[in-house]
C-alpha cells in the first residue's frame, strides 16, 4: 500500500507530468477558483475513464493483434470518445470539452501507463495522481499569475511573454520536489 501512495504522490508532485515533461496547457483558464476546480476535476474524470478504457484495450487488443503502431490513434479515440460522453452527461461542462480534447496530458497520461508497465491498481493510482497533479499546477500557475501586475510589467512583456516566465517560474519551484 505504500508502494502505491508513493505513486501517487509522485505522480501528482515530483512527476508532475504539466510541470515537469511540459504536457498539458494550463494557462487557458481565468483565475476564478471555482472554474479552476470544476475544469480540473472534468479533466481529472476523463482521465480516469480513458485510462481505465485504454488499459483493457492495450493488454487485450493492441499487444494481443500486434497494432502498436495503432496505439495513439485508439487512444485518442477514446479520450475523444470520453471527452464527448462526459459533456452530454455533465452539461455544464461545455467549454472545458475543447479544453478536454486538446489537452495532451491525457494522451502522456495513457502512454506512461503502458509505457511504464503498471498492473490495474498501479495504473489507477498513477492516473489519480496524475489529475491531481494536473490539478495543483492549475492553481500554481493562476496563483502566480493572479500576483502578476500589468501595470508594472515592461510593456514587452506584457501579455503572453510574462505568462511564460511565470510558468517557468513555477516549473523551477516544482522541480524542487525532484
Known sequence: MSELLTLLVGCALANNIVLTKGFSSVNCLSVDSKKILRTGLFIGLVMVVSSVICF?????VIAKFNLSYLQNLIYVAVIVAVSA?????????????ILTVFNSALLACCLLNTANAY???????????TALGLLVSMYLYNGAISRV?????????KGLPIKVLTLAIVVLSI???K
Do not use: H, N, W
Open 56 to 60: 483493457p484495450l492495450q493488454q487485450y
Open 85 to 97: 460522453i462526459c459533456t452530454v452527461a455533465l452539461k455544464r461542462c461545455k467549454r472545458t470539452f
Open 119 to 129: 498492473t490495474f491498481v498501479e495504473m489507477l493510482f498513477a492516473t489519480v495522481g
Open 149 to 157: 501586475r500589468e501595470d508594472a510589467v515592461v510593456g514587452c512583456f
Open 175 to 177: 522541480m524542487a520536489f
